[in-house]
């Protein structure tokens, strides 16, 4: 298994720190509006990571976070006389919609910023205590400086960070780099803290939850590439002030989506919501595994389309030679797969998923399965490698997030099949094709 570690720039070979064992943790949303499908790409990405794994029989520890703690969450409060606690809860309760509807898992751990509130303040207190941080006026500050290999995982310098960025101008700071820790301030939701009455910054939330829930250094870590510099190269000179690691061995990151060759951006109004998405969100989710997660993808209603016509394209296949072996009852759930062309479809699969995670091969090998399930359905029936098709595109189509409905046959549906055979064999067309018309209302066809 090779993984492109972020850190280390390079490709390597993956070995978790516990046996049959994987922690990870992605970056989760700020919720004060509703996700763009920019936001959806670590979403599905992460997810299909997850999928792999446990495919593979590993247990995986996944966490993603909720940023319920923000400037822009405080001002939708005070817009629209709320609390900060009905806008997060109202766009949390979206995100997971937008989520499960896009395919992905639910079923993890989903920590809050404002559940977290003391073990922050007390990460917070140790670093200061550590000399790794500094007090003025109540808002506390991380000394970049204090750690030699600041800006190893943007690969810069801090000289070059300091000439290339946008530093805002703070007397308080010894270094312009110095990042806050504790926002002094009663605006808003705020905590009483050794420091202060206020509120954390940004940078620590995802630090402590992972020191929290993990208490160790985790496998992987990942989210978007915009939040490498300066959200994750803050976690990592975190990380090795208070534990003494860089708080994850591997750290993954997703290209961004763009729209009409520009970034999406919420605050300038070009975006296209998770949940305006016209499309089956599932084609759009192909559409995302359609590009090799660390390159950009150019977002276009055409390149869409190319992706709705072939997920139909699949669930009519993969639909149709479930419903020929239920019709038939002939279904095996549990079949072993000893057909030379399918394990080669699910050996190439395997190769491109263990290549770091190259879902574009994956979906290729995907397709050739298609194309062979195509072929056994137009010979005569053997119902040992129908089966064994099904099992394998099945495999495939889980690990992906693409599912395609399976459920078994009522009689009243067998009996029209059976009618519409029976019309067709006849040679009663008209009749045939008005049962036709039926079992493609009923999607049986």
């Given at each position: 298994?090779?993984i492109?570690?972020s850190?280390?720039?390079?490709?390597?070979t993956?070995v978790?720190?516990?046996?049959?064992?994987?922690?990870?943790y992605?970056?989760?949303p700020?919720v004060?509006?509703?996700i763009?499908?920019?936001?959806?790409?670590?979403v599905v990405?992460?997810?299909?990571?997850?999928?792999?794994?446990?495919?593979?029989?590993y247990?995986?520890?996944?966490?993603s976070?909720f940023?319920?703690?923000?400037?822009?969450i405080?001002?939708?409060?005070?817009?629209?006389g709320v609390?900060?606690?009905d806008?997060?809860?109202?766009?949390?309760?979206a995100?997971l919609?937008?989520?499960?509807n896009?395919g992905?898992?639910?079923?993890?751990?989903?920590?809050?910023?404002?559940?977290?509130?003391?073990q922050?303040i007390?990460y917070?207190?140790?670093?200061?205590d550590k000399g790794?941080a500094?007090?003025?006026?109540g808002?506390?500050?991380?000394s970049?400086?204090?750690?030699?290999?600041?800006?190893?995982?943007?690969?810069?310098?801090?000289?070059d960070?300091?000439?290339?960025?946008?530093?805002e101008?703070?007397?308080?700071?010894?270094?312009?780099?110095?990042?806050?820790?504790?926002?002094?301030?009663?605006?808003?939701?705020?905590?009483?803290s050794?420091?202060?009455?206020g509120r954390p910054?940004?940078?620590?939330?995802?630090v402590?939850?992972?020191?929290?829930?993990?208490?160790?250094?985790?496998?992987?870590?990942?989210?978007?590439?915009?939040?490498?510099f300066p959200?994750h190269?803050?976690e990592?000179a975190?990380?090795?002030?208070c534990?003494?690691?860089?708080c994850a061995?591997?750290?993954m990151?997703n290209?961004?989506l763009?729209?009409?060759?520009?970034?999406m951006s919420?605050?300038e109004?070009?975006?296209?919501?998770?949940?305006?998405i016209?499309?089956d969100p599932?084609?759009?989710?192909m559409f995302?595994l359609?590009?090799?997660?660390?390159?950009?993808?150019?977002?276009?209603?055409?390149?869409l389309?190319?992706?709705?016509?072939?997920?139909?394209?699949?669930?009519?296949?993969v639909?149709g030679?479930?419903?020929?072996?239920?019709?038939n009852s002939?279904?095996?759930?549990k079949?072993e797969?000893?057909?030379?062309?399918?394990v080669?479809?699910?050996?190439?699969f395997?190769e491109?998923?263990?290549?770091?995670?190259?879902?574009p091969?994956?979906?290729t090998?995907l397709?050739?399965?298609?194309?062979i399930i195509?072929?056994i359905?137009?010979q005569?029936?053997n119902?040992?490698?129908?089966?064994q098709?099904?099992?394998a595109?099945?495999?495939?189509?889980d690990?992906?997030?693409?599912?395609?409905?399976?459920?078994p046959?009522s009689e009243?549906?067998?009996?029209?099949?059976?009618r519409w055979?029976?019309a067709?064999?006849?040679?009663?067309?008209?009749?045939?094709?008005?049962i036709?018309?039926?079992?493609?209302?009923k999607?049986?066809i």
């Amino acid at each position: 298994m090779k993984i492109f570690n972020s850190y280390t720039n390079s490709l390597e070979t993956f070995v978790p720190h516990h046996e049959g064992q994987i922690s990870m943790y992605v970056c989760g949303p700020t919720v004060y509006n509703y996700i763009h499908i920019g936001n959806a790409r670590p979403v599905v990405f992460f997810d299909v990571v997850r999928r792999f794994f446990e495919a593979k029989g590993y247990n995986v520890n996944f966490v993603s976070n909720f940023t319920d703690v923000d400037d822009k969450i405080i001002q939708k409060a005070k817009n629209e006389g709320v609390s900060e606690l009905d806008v997060s809860n109202r766009f949390i309760k979206a995100f997971l919609n937008d989520v499960e509807n896009l395919g992905s898992k639910t079923d993890y751990i989903k920590p809050r910023v404002t559940e977290y509130m003391p073990q922050i303040i007390a990460y917070i207190k140790e670093m200061v205590d550590k000399g790794f941080a500094y007090i003025v006026d109540g808002d506390v500050f991380f000394s970049v400086d204090k750690i030699a290999e600041y800006g190893h995982l943007s690969n810069r310098k801090l000289e070059d960070l300091l000439a290339g960025s946008r530093i805002e101008v703070n007397d308080k700071k010894h270094n312009p780099l110095d990042f806050v820790l504790w926002k002094k301030t009663t605006e808003g939701v705020h905590w009483d803290s050794p420091f202060s009455i206020g509120r954390p910054g940004w940078h620590t939330e995802c630090v402590t939850m992972i020191d929290d829930i993990f208490g160790e250094e985790i496998d992987i870590h990942g989210g978007g590439i915009d939040i490498i510099f300066p959200h994750h190269e803050n976690e990592i000179a975190q990380s090795l002030a208070c534990k003494g690691h860089r708080c994850a061995n591997i750290w993954m990151h997703n290209g961004r989506l763009n729209l009409e060759g520009e970034k999406m951006s919420k605050s300038e109004g070009n975006v296209v919501w998770v949940k305006d998405i016209s499309v089956d969100p599932l084609a759009f989710r192909m559409f995302l595994l359609s590009t090799h997660y660390r390159s950009p993808i150019a977002y276009s209603q055409e390149s869409l389309g190319n992706y709705v016509n072939e997920w139909q394209r699949i669930k009519k296949t993969v639909s149709g030679l479930f419903i020929a072996l239920d019709y038939n009852s002939v279904y095996q759930a549990k079949i072993e797969i000893g057909d030379l062309d399918i394990v080669a479809s699910i050996q190439a699969f395997d190769e491109a998923m263990e290549t770091d995670f190259n879902t574009p091969n994956a979906l290729t090998a995907l397709n050739q399965t298609i194309k062979i399930i195509n072929n056994i359905m137009r010979q005569k029936p053997n119902y040992q490698r129908m089966n064994q098709g099904l099992k394998a595109v099945n495999y495939m189509l889980d690990i992906l997030g693409l599912s395609v409905a399976q459920l078994p046959l009522s009689e009243e549906d067998k009996n029209l099949i059976h009618r519409w055979e029976a019309a067709r064999k006849a040679k009663d067309f008209f009749l045939a094709d008005a049962i036709r018309s039926e079992l493609a209302k009923k999607n049986l066809i």
